[in-house]
């Protein structure tokens, strides 16, 4: 059965529990897993590329 109710503010705090699941908060980090890596990953490449890129259009 459920539990006595005491003053009206932890009735509210019961009913917003799940609110701070773990499941619903920071979805926007855990769904892309490999951003990050990826991003950093294609910043090093660009970087790498972006001098021969320059001496071809200078040409």
């Known amino acids: 059965m459920a539990k006595p ?3 009206t503010g932890e009735f509210f705090r019961r009913r917003d529990e799940w609110r701070k ?3 619903l908060n920071n979805q926007w980090r855990h769904a892309t897993p490999g951003l990050g ?7 090093i490449y660009l970087a790498a590329l972006a001098p021969p890129l320059v ?3 200078a040409a």
């Open 55 to 57: 001496e071809q259009v």
């Open 21 to 23: 699941h773990p499941m």
């Open 5 to 7: 109710l005491g003053s």
């Open 37 to 43: 890596i990826a991003l950093v990953a294609f910043g």
